[in-house]
């Protein structure tokens, strides 16, 4: 078969007109990085969660070392997250010197299992002093929870915060795939999804923007969080530990100052205005791009729905609002003739691009090594990792590229049907 001319990438990001010319109007504007654009952006992604304060940086990973770091993570400390998710999440745990403690995911959503980490704090950890857990092997304090919104559906963040109340932990949510994901009717990142028993816990959400997101500014991330004093350490973080950033970047303004105060060891994080540009514009089309993924998804489950014993389709939890940032497939090795792998060379062989998100972090090299994890560990992880398919899922696509995608998919299940 003569493979269809167009080439169906995976995720390319939807670019408009209004994106370009905000692009270019900055880089007329005599100011490239952080300043007037990226302040409007930080408004604007407020207003859009409902959150007080949030801090704009260069990527989801900085969002995320800032969050850790704020928690004052550090040697002899522990974090409980997944290891379906990218390097990342476990990444910044590791740079403060801490821990990644991996358990295992709930098969349906790809989302860490509240069930798998009551279990694992119930049976390899013991009670500190201090009400936190101990891990019995390694005598590291557990402090924190770090679940993933795999795909952009919603960890049961109500199951988190339970237990991160019973064994006094704080949490980082990785919202890197869950600008406009939702949790029981609230954007994932709004203040309230803490519940107020929980007041005393730190908490911080963190948003990539990176050139695959939902919303794209080529790199980018957010970080938010309820605790107005936090977020804004985290900001002084981000731009050096200058107390006052606007110093930095308005120092050679009209009424611009030269002073300024290094005050705390903080790292280079902030956004520019070139990002915060196409950021303003992908942020006032993310209800659209939202739809449009919404029924770029339907249109998949549509075409696979008869085949759910040759593949598994995602699910959706009633408590989630959907992002829809993957469309996570799971083949059914039992149903069929042929691997995972042959499925996306015959994708691919069709112009069809696809992935597979993710690898799971104990598969790689120096997670191995480092944490002495391996095959077996995390077997629900492992059993969706090898048999996912990330199927094209982006706004740029047309609907009529997502059938094609879609016809696709069914027909080599159904020509490989055991
Ligand atoms: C789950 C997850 N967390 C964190 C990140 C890091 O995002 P960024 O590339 O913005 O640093 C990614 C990036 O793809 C991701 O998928």
């Not at 007080?52 to 940086?57: A, D, L, T």
């Not at 950890?125 to 993933?148: M, S």
Request: charge should be neutral; glycine fraction near 8%.
């Amino acid at each position: 078969m003569n493979a269809p001319e167009k080439f169906i990438s995976f995720a390319p990001p939807l670019i408009g007109e209004e994106e370009i010319a905000e692009a270019v109007d900055t880089l007329r504007s005599g100011w490239l990085t952080t300043g007037p654009k990226t302040e409007k952006f930080e408004k604007k992604l407020c207003e859009y969660l409902g959150a007080k304060k949030g801090v704009p940086v260069n990527s989801c990973t900085s969002a995320l070392h800032l969050a850790v770091h704020a928690l004052g993570l550090g040697p002899g400390q522990g974090v409980v997250t997944t290891p379906l998710t990218f390097a990342s999440t476990a990444h910044v745990v590791m740079h403060q010197g801490a821990r990644p403690y991996f358990v295992d995911i709930e098969p349906e959503t790809g989302n860490l299992d509240p069930d798998e980490v009551r279990r694992f704090l119930e049976t390899e950890c013991e009670r500190g002093a201090d009400g936190r857990p101990c891990h019995k092997k390694t005598g590291d304090r557990i402090t924190a929870l770090l679940p993933v919104h795999y795909g952009g559906h919603a960890v049961q963040l109500d199951a988190f915060w339970q237990i991160a109340l019973e064994y006094n932990l704080d949490m980082v949510e990785d919202a890197a795939h869950a600008i406009g994901s939702r949790y029981k009717n609230l954007p994932v990142g709004h203040p309230a999804l803490r519940p107020k028993a929980a007041k005393h816990l730190k908490s911080f959400t963190a948003f990539s923007f990176y050139a695959t997101k939902n919303l794209a500014t080529g790199e980018g991330g957010f970080l938010t969080g309820p605790d107005e004093e936090l977020v804004e350490r985290a900001r002084v973080m981000s731009m050096y530990g200058i107390s006052d950033s606007r110093r930095i970047w308005g120092r050679y303004a009209p009424k611009g100052t030269w002073v300024y105060d290094v005050a705390d060891l903080g790292f280079k994080y902030n956004m520019m205005d070139i990002q915060a540009a196409l950021g303003l514009h992908q942020l006032e089309k993310l209800p659209k791009f939202l739809e449009r993924r919404a029924a770029n998804a339907a249109i998949y489950n549509e075409a696979l729905a008869e085949l759910d014993e040759l593949a598994i389709l995602p699910a959706t939890k009633a408590y989630a609002g959907h992002a829809w940032h993957l469309y996570p497939l799971r083949l059914r090795p039992e149903a069929l003739g042929l691997s995972r792998d042959d499925f996306i060379e015959e994708l691919r062989g069709l112009n069809i691009g696809t992935s597979v998100l993710f690898i799971p972090l104990h598969f790689h090299s120096f997670y191995r090594k480092a944490l002495g994890y391996g095959e077996g560990d995390f077997p629900k992880a492992e059993a969706f990792f090898k048999n996912l398919v990330n199927l094209p899922l982006s706004p740029a696509h047309s609907p009529e590229d997502i059938g094609r995608a879609a016809e696709a998919a069914a027909a080599l299940l159904k020509k490989h049907r055991i």
